[in-house]
């Protein structure tokens, strides 16, 4: 079946604009996580969602960076005003449920530049 | 100190060589990850433990609850296994299997 999948695969943008980064989980898949892997930073985590609950944003660095998941699928994650530092890849996983501990099955990432 | 840590960084084989990447970590987990990264590729989940051994082909992992420690063993090294080799833990306070990542170990196998 269809992996998780993110678009757009690379993004050049400026500073001060605006980016919105989607994220298609696998269907049926309850939990989504976004992490971000940068140079300096190596991987971290950003923000995580399961079913109707509220989501765990306990890893956003700022309040420039927001997520929502419509309908428990698809989701977004927004840059406002974007900075050099937010330049990175940014990867979506998916898992089956929460509780315990389930294998992650990760997107192949939306490559940020902010110029 | 990183709760995560992965050693060495780098690591370079020729090819049929044994391989080991070892993990520590300082916290208590509900399971441990193991993730592999081609260059310019995406991440693929290669095992997920919480207990014991796991084995596939070529791969093994291995963990030990009481030391906090588990290592991932590669045999006869192949070329297309140079990739960066990535140790992650779900923390067992943390709701939501988040992950917590280790730096990371580059691994180069030469033909």
């Known amino acids: 079946g269809a992996g998780v999948s993110q678009s757009p695969s690379n993004k050049v943008t400026e500073k001060g604009k605006d980016v919105e980064l989607r994220c298609d989980p696998i269907?049926?898949?309850?939990?989504l996580y976004w992490y971000r892997q940068s140079l300096g930073q190596g991987l971290e985590f950003l923000i995580y969602?399961?079913?109707?609950?509220?989501?765990?944003k306990s890893g956003l660095p700022s309040d420039r960076f927001s997520a929502e998941r419509t309908g428990g699928s698809v989701s977004t994650l927004t840059i406002q005003r974007t900075q050099q530092e937010d330049s990175a890849v940014y990867l979506c996983a998916s898992s089956l449920v929460q509780g315990g501990a389930y294998e992650q099955y990760f997107g192949p990432g939306t490559r940020l530049t902010v110029t | 100190k990183n709760e995560v840590e992965q050693s060495p960084q780098n690591l370079t084989a020729q090819e049929g060589e044994f391989i080991t990447i070892n993990c520590s970590y300082s916290v208590g987990i509900s399971a441990l990850h193991w993730l592999q990264q081609h260059p310019g590729g995406g991440i693929v989940s290669l095992f997920m433990?919480?207990?014991g051994k796991k084995k596939h082909g070529r791969l093994i992992a291995t963990i030990n609850i009481q030391e906090k420690h588990s290592s991932l063993h590669i045999t006869a090294s192949h070329p297309r296994d140079s990739a960066v080799y990535i140790c992650a833990v779900s923390l067992m306070k943390a709701a939501g299997n988040k992950l917590t990542f280790g730096g990371g170990t580059r691994v180069l196998v030469k033909p």
């Open positions: 433990l919480s207990s």
């Open positions: 269907s049926g898949h309850t939990a």
């Open positions: 969602f399961q079913g109707n609950s509220a989501p765990d």
